[in-house]
């Protein structure tokens, strides 16, 4: 039995982002272009990486550092690029993803490559909204540059729809969402949200004391709780809506540890903090 052909990656960055408005390329995650997001992904999983673009896009500074492959097949769309892959390199077979899916993870590409077919025309993922073929996060065989010709040959340019008609291996996506493109600024700023928000945070055990009228309100003079309060004002905001005190927290000290402390001193995990109730008396 012949080895498989190697596998190398091809990133699909020659679109007009028509519905973006500027260049999908360039789109920033966490400080970094989409593009070499994309690339960069591709990179930890097949030995090479090539961006597919435009004639006209060589000198592009997202693009120009970066080895491409320039469409050389007549046509407009995907199609193009992977075809003029083949035509550059012919005897292997391509990773193919394109540079707007800022949710494809690691996992993804390392289950698409360790379930390739290679004696099929290509595999790819199911799409997690209607089950058809992903053919821009696929990995295509030397043996499908001639079907493609043929396709395209007859008229037809859509890949999706080749590989419905090509019997490709098809997989489940274990993430709905890791093939999900973003082709609208709204759909940009949603990503950004999810990409860019915040870690949760860490839930620890504190250890809290009350005196005076505290104790009374609370029904207890100590207690452990779990929390993942930030900071002592934090954590009396919390306390305050589980038990309604009557001192704002303006009218109290704090003490983390047996050392008076500012409100806004960072708690960590078994820090023990005192609420000081004012001294009554005369």
Known sequence: MSAAPPVFG????????????????TLLYGGKQQLDRACELAGRHVPQVYVSVRGNQLADPARAHRPVIVDS?????????IRSAFAYLPDVAWLVIACDLPYLTDAAVATLLSSRDPGVLAT????????LPEPLCAVWEPAAAAALADYQAAGR????????????HLLDPLDPRALDNVNTPEEYAAAIGVLEAPPPAQSMHLNIRYFALLREQAG????????????????????NARYGFALAREQLKVAVNGEFSEWTRPLFAGDGIVFIPPVSGG
């Open 10 to 25: 091809l990133i699909l960055a020659g679109g007009a982002s028509s519905r973006m408005h500027r260049d999908k390329a």
């Open 124 to 131: 790819a993922y199911r799409s997690a909204h209607d089950g």
């Open 73 to 81: 097949i007549d046509g407009a769309g995907p199609i193009v690029g």
């Open 157 to 168: 340019q859509c890949p999706r729809k080749f590989l419905m008609q090509a019997g490709a």
């Open 220 to 239: 207890r003079s100590e207690e452990t709780i779990e929390t993942s309060a930030a900071t002592p004002a934090d954590l009396y905001a919390e306390l």
